[in-house]
């Protein structure tokens, strides 16, 4: 027992360990969670920092060897720990908001313990970029999930949007689905608008009697409110055909063009522009009719696209149930009971969950592939028929 230190310790190990670590010799230490200047006359304080020279691990020595021997700092202070967390937070919070994808974040939680106990904090939760939350279905997981779930708690409106598409068209949880969107839409989120305006035209996640076309109106005029261009196109469509508003044909052709020119700006700030332009001028392109626009589709819609075209190629089919998807191929939702969707009442082959998609799609795609069905050929009952849209000004 007489051969054993104060602290337990074996001696000659003791001495292995500082022999190890010639640099703590040259530098004064300082407490890791005390703001007081390190050395001084304070015998008791300097034996505590012997102490604690004892009890840096292995890779905190290397590290800091490392530093001194390149000539980065005088000493090994950690001067990350000097701020405040606030600071900390708010530094935090600008990552969050501007991280181009989630490793971002997780990357920076991964710095130290205590950026990873910041970066759960509601406000950088809260922040979290739209960029952040588009996951792929592939690495959809438990973890993944509960992410989204505590982001959609600390009031990010575009994690309870997407997490609502999810719930509701994945996940086949309709009541925390329709909740979560809710939810975002409370908070004005466009999409989130459009998208239960949508379940309430088409009645989704009950029955044909549920539709409820005042609502879909109403929730369809405050997203095309807010700027949101599927949301005025349809809303145009609506009152061009009198479904569930009074029809008002010059309004609703308004609202057409409204939606086109928003489309046509976007895609002019956004990309492409040169070609555009290029192609209007040398005579091969009509604004309005040839060219077609196409606008990212949200990640939420990318990841149903991609969540169920994934189940298909595993096998699980959902035309074997009668339950088929939206025709527009940046949409991705898919129909709660057999027959919910609206068909072209052309061919009666594409099915769409709206006249906003109905619409987009026959510009870029349908209209190149529609062919009639023959005279002996009548639509499912319970399908809602609507045109080809070759009078719609689209
Ligand atoms: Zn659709
Ligand atoms: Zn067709």
């Not at 000659?12 to 040259?26: A, G, L, M, V």
């Not at 004005?188 to 035209?201: G, N």
């Not at 261009?229 to 409204?258: F, S, T």
Request: some cysteine.
């Amino acid at each position: 027992m007489g051969t054993r230190t104060r602290n337990g310790s074996h001696p000659n190990k003791r001495k292995r360990k500082h022999e190890k670590q010639p640099s703590f010799t040259e530098f004064p230490k300082r407490p890791r969670t005390c703001n007081k200047p390190v050395g001084g006359n304070d015998v008791g304080q300097q034996r505590m920092n012997e102490k604690r020279e004892t009890r840096i691990d292995k890779n905190e020595i290397n590290v800091s060897a490392k530093r001194s021997r390149t000539g980065y700092y005088a000493c090994e202070i950690d001067f990350l720990d000097l701020l405040p967390d606030d600071l900390v937070l708010l530094i935090l919070c600008k990552l969050s908001a501007s991280a181009d994808s989630l490793s971002d974040i997780v990357n920076a939680r991964l710095v130290c313990k205590r950026f990873n106990e910041l970066g759960q904090h509601s406000w950088v939760l809260a922040k979290a970029s739209i960029k952040s939350l588009s996951l792929k279905p592939k690495v959809w997981s438990d973890s993944a999930h509960c992410f989204f779930k505590m982001c959609a708690e600390a009031g990010n409106l575009e994690a309870c949007y997407i997490l609502g598409m999810i719930y509701f068209y994945c996940l086949n949880n309709r009541r925390s689905g329709a909740a979560y969107m809710a939810k975002a839409a409370m908070g004005s989120h466009a999409s989130a608008l459009y998208s239960l305006a949508i379940i309430q035209f088409n009645g989704s996640g009950g029955s044909k009697a549920d539709k409820d076309l005042r609502a879909g109106v109403t929730l369809c005029a405050r997203a095309a409110y807010l700027g949101h261009v599927d949301a005025l196109r349809e809303l145009g469509h609506c009152l061009q055909d009198g479904y569930g508003i009074r029809p008002q044909v010059n309004e609703g052709r308004r609202l057409l063009c409204k939606a086109n020119e928003l489309e046509i700006a976007y895609f002019l700030t956004h990309h492409r522009h040169v070609e555009f332009v290029q192609k209007v001028l040398n005579g091969n392109c009509q604004v309005t009719r040839q060219f077609v626009f196409s606008p990212e589709p949200h990640p939420a819609n990318q990841f149903l696209v991609e969540w169920f075209a994934s189940r298909e190629r595993n096998g699980e089919a959902r035309e074997k149930e009668g339950v088929r998807s939206c025709s527009h191929v940046n949409c991705g939702r898919v129909e709660t009971r057999r027959h919910e969707f609206r068909r072209c009442s052309v061919c009666g082959k594409a099915t769409y969950c709206s006249r906003g998609c109905q619409a987009i799609d026959w510009k870029k795609v349908h209209r190149h592939e529609c062919v009639p069905t023959g005279a002996g050929a009548p639509l499912v009952g319970g399908a809602v028929q609507m045109g080809g849209l070759a009078g719609v000004a689209v």
